[in-house]
Structures are given as C-alpha cells and as structure tokens.
C-alpha cells in the first residue's frame, strides 16, 4: 500500500551571470493518491493502481482487499499484516506519514449445526462363511464380523484432518456431510442396483480464506449401535494419529450413543484461532431398484 504524490515535473532556463541559459529541472506537486501494489510469487502482479485518487491527509479510508480486482481473494491468510509506505521525490521535504488496521467483516458465531445422517446396510449371512456387515455412513464404507476385534473402515469417510506445523500450528477440519434420506428393508439373493439423487447441499457458515476461523471444534456422530459407536471413535483416533496431530491438540471418546472428537487445537484454554474448518453438507435420496419396482 503506498501513498504517492503526483508531480508534475519541467525544465526551467535561467541567465547566469555569463548570459548563458542555464537548465534546471523543477517540479510541482499536485494531488496525492492512494495506490496498490501487489507482488505474488515474487511476481509484481499490479503496480500502482489507484485505489483512492486525490486523498486527502487525516482521512479514513476504507480498502476490500478482498475485492476480486486485486486477486488476493486466495493469498489472504489470518492475520493480516499491512505494510504502508510513502514515495516522495523530495525526502529530505517529505511530511507524509501512513498509519492503517486491518478490520474483518464478519461476527464470531457459536455454530452448533446437527442433521441426520441415515445409513446404508448390507447383512449377509452366509452360510459357509463368516457373517458379514457393511455399514454405509458419511460416504465411508465400514465392515463388521463377530470374528473381529470391532469394525474396521473399508473406504474413510467424508471427515479428514490435516496438520501442518510450519504453518503456525494450524489444524484444518474438512467434513463433507453427505446424508441419505429413505426408508426401505430388502432381503433375498438377486442382485439389487442403487441409484441417489441429490436433494440439497450447502455449506456451514464458517469464513474460508483464513488460516484458522475456529477456537475449536466437537464433531459427534450418534448412533445406536454400540458397534457403530466404536468404528467412529476409532477412526477418529486413527485419523488424527496418522495426520500427525500432537495429542493434546483434540480428545476423542463415546458419551452414550455418541462419538466424538474435541478438536481445540495448541490453545487449549480456547483464546485463540487455531483451528481452520471447512465444512458442507448434501442430502440424497436412495432409491433401490431390482426387487420388483422400486423402494424409496
């Protein structure tokens, strides 16, 4: 951000005392402007582009960096660090001085969004091989069998964690919420095909664009089957491991028909943004077809 005078430079002539015209570059100011520079990549991308023409001194001004002219909208991290600087031909003269603060246009909310997820469920009970159930839940794919040591994920759901501790020890929650909506039991041995059609999606109301928009973060699913209960505590604790997140950073745990995850992040007292959550949710209706019709 710069602050510049606009001058409009000449070369005036004068006699010396030989009668000789003697050149002699002068200048005259005339408005000042308030300018944007931006450089990406070590790249200058825009150069002195006018952001408020004619500005004038102890003036508020008002800048939406985000403002898709100067294509910040994805380099913008939090917090923001403004530096301002003034160009004067005439240091020695210069009186200009800068002062700024960065301002966020949104409001802390306490976000609390609770939907139902349905499931799907295949049983078989096979006859000459272990007893087998699939659970469909959150676009994960999970297995049960009496022979296992509780249920195990076969394809991970739409929940996943990252951890990068060069970027200030920032946590990223992305949860992609996709629920089923129907009723319906099917038994028999042909084969059976399943179709969904999407209903609705949108997404939860937390700013994008920050390094973190969070304090912190409980997710919990609720669900009766205390099998079920197990298979999401344990992908919790698995996922945040394999992800690298310190154990102090988040707590997982079952609290009757819920499993959780407590995220807080390395502010464990919940001062500060340390947690960054990218979350949206899409409802689709099944429809399962082959068994004489269609069953909704």
Known sequence: MNFTPRTTYYRNFT???????????????????????????????????????NASSGKLYTIDLLDPTYGLNNFITYPVALTFS?????????????????TYGFSELNITSTMPLGSLEYRAQNNYWIPQTYYYQLGGVFLYQPTMNGTIPKLPPEIDFTYNDSASNIVTVNINALALKGNGLVGGNSPVQLKTTLINQSSLPYVQGLA????????????????????????????????????????????????????????????????????????YAVNVYGVGGALQ
């Open 212 to 283: 973190a928009n969070s304090r912190w973060i409980n997710i919990a699913v609720t669900t009766p089957d205390p099998c079920g209960t197990d298979m999401w505590r344990n992908y919790f604790n698995a996922t945040a491991q394999t992800r690298g997140i310190p154990d102090s950073y988040y707590h997982t745990g079952i609290s009757g028909n819920d499993a959780f995850i407590l995220i807080n992040g390395y502010d464990t007292t919940s001062n500060n943004f340390d947690v960054n959550v990218v979350a949206q949710n899409a409802t």
């Open 86 to 102: 003034t160009y004067d031909p005439n240091p020695t003269a210069s009186s200009h001085s800068l002062t700024g603060n960065v």
């Open 15 to 53: 006699l010396n005392a030989a009668g000789a015209l003697v050149p002699e570059d002068k200048y005259n100011y005339s408005h000042s402007d308030l300018t944007l520079t931006v450089i990406k990549n070590n790249q200058i991308t825009l150069q002195d582009f006018i952001v408020q023409s």
